[in-house]
């Protein structure tokens, strides 16, 4: 509801994205070994490692993300998540994430209403699978809270990608040091 009032303030504050990303997967293993999923970290050599933004709501987002892969691949299914930058100017990056699956995939039709509140593909291969339908409409918000993009391609029965770009402040490595 903070989120959807426009009362959600965002933090600027030094994110580590390695460190993130590592706090992230520690976060969500257990759902990864009960299904006995393979996940791939894949990064390209940083420029900025260090950004300025909000890290909680960054890891909200891909924890959110990742859970769903998890839930909706099946058993023994693979995961990957890249992490990659494209320079904006000299004070700013897309940071942008994707978080790719081989799961079951998405109908057309179910992807153009996945942002709205309460949505649930209604598809039998889900009727074991718990869901309140919010957790994407939480992301998109957050999302567009930080004046980023969040994009999805998925075809049923091969998998889904998201792909996420978050403009952020890039962090010069000594400032990094200043501020430790």
């Known amino acids: 509801s903070r989120i959807e009032s426009g009362k959600l303030s965002l933090k600027k504050e030094p994110v580590n ?32 490692d260090t950004v300025i933004g909000d890290a909680l709501h960054i890891q909200k987002i891909l924890i959110n993300l990742l ?14 998540i890249r992490l990659n930058e494209r320079r904006r100017s000299s004070q700013m990056v ?49 999302v567009t809270q930080m004046s980023g993009q969040i994009q999805v391609e998925s075809h049923l029965g091969e998998g889904t990608t998201f792909t996420l770009v978050l403009p952020l402040e890039a962090v010069r490595s000594q400032e990094v040091e200043m501020a430790e």
């Open 94 to 142: 897309d940071i942008i994430f994707q978080v790719e699956d081989n799961g079951i995939g998405m109908e057309p039709d179910f992807m153009r209403r996945m942002f709205s509140p309460f949505e649930r593909a209604e598809d039998n291969r889900l009727s074991k699978i718990t869901g309140t339908g919010l957790g994407m409409p939480i992301v998109k918000n957050l």
């Open 17 to 48: 994205l390695p460190e993130l990303i590592s706090n992230v997967l520690l976060l969500i293993k257990t759902e990864l070994a009960k299904k006995g999923h393979t996940m791939h970290v894949k990064s390209s050599v940083l420029d900025y």
């Open 67 to 80: 859970s769903n892969a998890v839930k909706y691949t099946p058993e023994g299914g693979e995961i990957t």
